[in-house]
């Protein structure tokens, strides 16, 4: 017995390190480099309209020493920056500290802020301040409920859209037909520092959170089957309209993500890749979902530890409880002798 208890107790703590490990390295900033090419960075020295510049910024846009303020907490305003630099990274994962605030009251404010990847920059329009039917990759940081029959959210609320240029915005429904995911967060008025993790790699979408002043990332969306192309450029927008916000960007700093690909993979030309997103179910079956996510979408490879974790601790205990049976069977055995 004192064999098995060292053999389930070794196991046990090999599991939880592995385990710990792999959490870790969902956003950890130490095995990836930071591209400064692709980065927001205060005092935005690389921020301008010159030959030079990394970084350009369109609308109601503020630069400041501190902050980049897309829209004052004016009514009907639009503002954007974005980098000038083509992204040509595979594997990279964006993190964005920004501010939402303002004078208004719960229900009162708006719209919202906008973190892009797409082909396209500078366009002005009617998502988030930038343009509709656009390609690439979008993550909405919405603080308004257009939809009053979508009860089933709370606002603010964190998405993400997939779009290869055919798939229009729905203002009046919060985006929902055409999400792939999302969650509820609360980041407006906050007191502390407020970020989001973009992560892209190997066809995996991952949005984080750490809006509760815990210094710890909290997922809000996972997602298999995304397909990117490289050479889009990253931005952020943000708009106004009959209510309004403060909305700021502090930083957004890349990080290459340092991840072997097979030789096909290699060998495609990622420039020539659609935007597009291989789900179970359609983007409108969300509609009917009442936590807004996909329950079709793989696991992921902390969730297969956590099920790998229960199935073996379960069979280590019947292995426990077998043994102390069998054992005292055999003992009763001995005493009819």
């Known amino acids: 017995?004192?064999?098995?208890?060292?053999?389930?107790?070794?196991?046990?703590?090999?599991?939880?390190?592995?385990?710990?490990?792999?959490?870790?390295?969902?956003?950890?900033?130490?095995?990836?480099?930071?591209?400064?090419?692709?980065?927001?960075?205060?005092?935005?020295?690389?921020?301008?309209?010159?030959?030079?510049?990394?970084?350009?910024?369109?609308?109601?846009?503020?630069?400041?020493?501190?902050?980049?303020?897309?829209?004052?907490?004016?009514?009907?305003?639009?503002?954007?920056?974005?980098?000038?630099?083509?992204?040509?990274?595979?594997?990279?994962?964006?993190?964005?500290?920004?501010?939402?605030?303002?004078?208004?009251?719960?229900?009162?404010?708006?719209?919202?802020?906008?973190?892009?990847?797409?082909?396209?920059?500078?366009?002005?329009?009617?998502?988030?301040?930038?343009?509709?039917?656009?390609?690439?990759?979008?993550?909405?940081?919405?603080?308004?409920?257009?939809?009053?029959?979508?009860?089933?959210?709370?606002?603010?609320?964190?998405?993400?859209?997939?779009?290869?240029?055919?798939?229009?915005?729905?203002?009046?429904?919060?985006?929902?037909?055409?999400?792939?995911?999302?969650?509820?967060?609360?980041i407006r008025n906050r007191d502390h520092d407020t970020y989001l993790a973009i992560r892209y790699s190997k066809g995996r979408l991952t949005i984080m959170v750490d809006v509760d002043d815990k210094n710890e990332w909290k997922e809000c969306i996972d997602i298999g089957g995304v397909r990117l192309p490289t050479g889009y450029f990253f931005g952020a927008s943000a708009a106004t309209g009959d209510l309004s916000d403060n909305h700021d960007i502090i930083s957004m700093k890349l990080y290459q993500l340092m991840v072997e690909h097979t030789a096909e993979e290699e060998s495609l030309d990622w420039t020539k890749i659609e935007p597009s997103v291989s789900l179970l179910k359609s983007p409108k079956d969300n509609i009917d979902d009442p936590t807004g996510n996909f329950r079709g979408t793989p696991l992921t490879g902390w969730k297969i530890f956590l099920l790998l974790l229960c199935a073996l601790l379960g069979i280590v205990v019947c292995a426990v409880v077998g043994a102390v049976v069998f054992q005292k069977r055999q003992e009763r055995n001995k005493r009819f002798y």
């Open 1 to 186: 017995m004192d064999g098995l208890t060292s053999t389930v107790r070794s196991a046990l703590v090999f599991l939880l390190v592995n385990v710990f490990v792999v959490r870790c390295d969902i956003t950890d900033g130490n095995a990836e480099h930071l591209k400064r090419e692709h980065s927001l960075i205060k005092p935005y020295q690389g921020v301008g309209s010159s030959p030079s510049s990394q970084w350009d910024f369109s609308g109601s846009t503020l630069v400041t020493s501190s902050y980049v303020r897309l829209t004052p907490d004016e009514r009907s305003k639009q503002g954007s920056i974005w980098n000038t630099v083509p992204c040509h990274l595979k594997d990279w994962e964006m993190h964005v500290q920004f501010k939402v605030h303002g004078s208004g009251k719960k229900n009162l404010h708006g719209d919202g802020i906008a973190i892009w990847y797409t082909k396209d920059r500078l366009h002005p329009g009617s998502v988030f301040g930038s343009q509709d039917q656009f390609f690439g990759l979008a993550i909405f940081l919405d603080t308004f409920r257009n939809d009053l029959h979508g009860m089933d959210r709370s606002f603010p609320y964190i998405s993400a859209m997939v779009n290869n240029g055919t798939v229009t915005y729905d203002h009046g429904k919060d985006g929902r037909s055409s999400e792939l995911g999302g969650c509820s967060a609360e």
